[in-house]
Antibody, heavy 120, light 113 residues
Framework: EVQLVESGGGLVKPGGSLRLSCAAS????????LTWVRQAPGKGLEWVAR???????DYAAPVKGRFIISRDDSKNTVSLQMNSLKKEDEGVYYC??????????????WGQGTMVTVSS | QSALTQPASVSGSPGQSITISCIGT?????????VSWYQQHPGKAPKLMIY???TRPSGVSNRFSGSKSGNTASLTISGLQPEDEAYYYC??????????????FGGGTKVTV
């Protein structure tokens, strides 16, 4: 069974940092492109970042320069290092796997999500 | 403000058909045939229902269908069932160099059965 399991969410003060992790299983990890999508409380979905095979990454404008997505193919994990956190970064963060050859436009497998709360 | 515009709510009776619209621009929906739709029940992760405008993933009921005309995409649910009550989000691939994001979502539509 294809599975994505996020961890690392929690309460952090504005300006603080948090590192989210996503453990993947049930598929061949190394060729897959992984994406993070977030959802603010009571709001819609927002694309955050994506990492390709080998490491090239792209970021949404609101997080560029503050967030870093990385992957460890030896451990089948993808991480999201979040720095200089703002209130507007608060929400559930989902690790997402697209359909092969549709990595960026068909988000097929979603983790259960991990909640990030930014509050003093 | 979401990049794609969806109605806040749509309702229908069991057995009826409903259509959810998703209005974008010539830089997203109008530029690519990479529109997808997601169903989300409260407290759950989203589920892919349609991708590449019209393609249903394996396991998704054929009561769900997608279409696109110009800058507007649509999701039709036929034979509405109680379990279809959920939020639905459209999404379009876009050019990250100009849009500053690789995928844009709609604000979501609450479907009430």
């Amino acid at each position: 069974e294809v599975q994505l399991v996020e961890s690392g969410g929690g309460l952090v003060k504005p300006g603080g940092s948090l590192r989210l992790s996503c453990a993947a299983s049930g598929f061949t990890f190394s060729p897959a492109w992984l994406t993070w999508v977030r959802q603010a409380p009571g709001k819609g979905l927002e694309w955050v970042a994506r990492i390709k095979t080998g490491g090239p990454a792209d970021y949404a404008a609101p997080v560029k320069g503050r967030f870093i997505i990385s992957r460890d193919d030896s451990k089948n994990t993808v991480s999201l290092q979040m720095n200089s956190l703002k209130k507007e970064d608060e929400g559930v963060y989902y690790c997402v796997l697209g359909i092969p050859r549709h990595w960026d436009d068909a988000f097929d497998i979603w983790g259960q999500g991990t909640m990030v709360t930014v509050s003093s | 403000q979401s990049a794609l515009t969806q109605p806040a709510s749509v309702s229908g009776s069991p057995g009826q058909s409903i259509t959810i619209s998703c209005i974008g621009t010539s830089r997203d929906i109008g530029a690519y045939n990479y529109v997808s739709w997601y169903q989300q029940h409260p407290g759950k992760a989203p589920k892919l229902m349609i991708y590449e405008v019209t393609t249903r993933p394996s396991g998704v009921s054929n009561r769900f269908s997608g279409s696109k005309s110009g800058n507007t995409a649509s999701l039709t649910i036929s034979g509405l069932q109680p379990e279809d009550e959920a939020y639905y989000y459209c999404c379009s691939y876009t050019n990250i160099l100009t849009a500053k994001t690789l995928a844009v979502f709609g604000g979501g539509t609450k479907v009430t059965v």
